[in-house]
């Protein structure tokens, strides 16, 4: 597959997991967390689907589309351990949280989402979603909406 057709694939997943997951957590508490301002594209989708929520979005640096800006407020700017740990401690808790950290390098990338899954779950609200696209550690697996494959993004209940 190419790289362009692998990258459709990608947005198309994460649109649909997006999409899927607001559904899923209409009659739950809790905050948005979006990992990886990057473009924003995320970003905005979310804020689109979910008007009412907070989101959160988490970057080391701000470089998305100049319209994708999220309020300062909002925004957690920094590595994402003490950005994790800094949410927790505020006492935010969260219904749905995306992951989209990486740079394409598999097993960096892998590794990063195992040592993070931890710092993750401490800002979970029970029973909260997780949509990724590396695997997370220490969650229940469960299955997305049926027209995404398995492998391309991963579901997960906390
Ligand atoms: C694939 S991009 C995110 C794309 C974004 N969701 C979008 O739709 O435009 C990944 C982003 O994660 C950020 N990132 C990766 N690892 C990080 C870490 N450990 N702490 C903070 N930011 C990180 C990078 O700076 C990059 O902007």
Redesign the pocket.
């Known amino acids: 597959m190419s790289r362009l057709d692998s990258m459709l694939r990608r947005l198309t997943a994460?649109r649909d997991g997006l999409n899927w997951a607001a559904d899923q957590i209409e009659c739950m508490d809790g905050d948005i967390l979006?990992?990886?301002?990057?473009?924003?594209?995320?970003?905005d989708h979310l804020r689109e689907i979910l008007p009412s929520r907070r989101i959160w979005v988490?970057?080391?640096?701000l470089?998305?589309h100049p319209d994708s800006t999220p309020p300062p407020e909002d925004f957690l700017q920094?590595?994402?351990e003490p950005?994790l740990q800094k949410l927790e401690a505020a006492g935010h808790r969260i219904a749905l949280a995306h992951y989209?950290?990486?740079?394409g390098i598999k097993t960096e990338d892998v590794a990063?989402s195992q040592r993070?899954s931890p710092l993750i779950a401490q800002v979970m609200q029970p029973g909260g979603l997780l949509i990724s696209g590396q695997p997370l550690v220490g969650f229940e697996q469960i299955a997305g909406p049926e027209t995404i494959a398995p492998d391309r993004y991963l579901f997960y209940r906390a």
């Open positions: 994460q979006d990992m990886g301002l990057g473009n924003g594209r995320t970003y988490m970057d080391r640096v470089q998305c920094g590595e994402a950005m989209d950290f990486g740079r990063e993070l």
